[in-house]
């Protein structure tokens, strides 16, 4: 991952201080602190990074020096984090419902139905899809559009076809969902434009965390891992 600082007016004696260690596994927390400002200097931190199939990510925020000068983002009101996204319409939670062989499943925030286009095996339609109605879009003052309403109700006989059958699966599911989530996880593309995601950046990142944990004691306990990987963290 790579910090930039950026301010107006940068001083050649601040120092950017990564804790314990500039390197670092992914789910291994770093505490960020910077020193040299002036007091109550206004900066924006920017962080980026790149997976494994050369997707970047991005996140900043702004932050103001204290007294002294200095910044420490673990003690200040707002964090830096990496922003994800979602990828396909559902596919992974409908293979773990028809094929064999998977153990485990973690599913954040997604739908109980295939979304959008139909999925098929081996030249064979298996599920239908559940469409969306563009005119429940709802715009805000910010230009940001809220897309919570504009799924067709997967209840409804007429969409049956598309919901996931999960009681067929022989493995095991952890579903996690946001209270406070505004967003249709795959729409932000179909309307090419910024959708409202809800909740608190302070709020999302401890929540983070506290899942990370839940997500590791849950494969570990339905996933067949030696000492030797579970200690290793990869």
């Not at 600082?5 to 001083?11: D, F, P, R, T």
Request: proline content about 4%.
């Amino acid at each position: 991952m790579c910090f930039v600082l950026i301010s107006e007016s940068m001083s050649a004696q601040v120092r950017l201080r990564l804790l314990p260690s500039v390197r670092c596994l992914f789910d291994e927390p770093i505490q960020v602190k910077v020193a040299g400002l002036r007091s109550k200097q206004v900066v924006t931190m920017r962080a980026s990074s790149t997976d494994e199939r050369g997707l970047v990510f991005n996140s900043s925020a702004s932050y103001r020096a204290d007294d002294r000068g200095e910044i420490d983002l673990k003690a200040s009101s707002k964090g830096v984090g990496v922003i994800s996204q979602s990828k396909g319409c559902d596919i992974a939670l409908s293979l773990a419902a028809f094929v064999q062989g998977i153990a485990a499943v973690v599913w954040i925030n997604g739908c109980s139905s295939n979304v959008a286009i139909p999925l098929y095996y081996k030249n064979r339609q298996i599920l239908s899809p559940l469409m969306f109605n563009l005119s429940k879009v709802i715009p805000t003052e910010s230009g940001a559009k809220l897309v919570k309403y504009v799924l067709e109700d997967p209840l409804a006989e007429e969409n049956q076809g598309s919901v996931i059958p999960i009681e067929r699966a022989d493995g095991h599911f952890l579903f996690v969902a946001s209270e406070d989530d505004l967003n249709w996880d795959t729409l932000h593309w179909l309307l090419r434009s910024p959708v409202v995601w809800g909740g608190e950046p302070k709020a999302h990142a401890a929540a983070e965390l506290h899942l990370w944990k839940k997500m590791q004691d849950f494969l570990l306990a339905h996933l067949s891992c030696s000492a030797a990987h579970t200690q290793s963290k990869l």
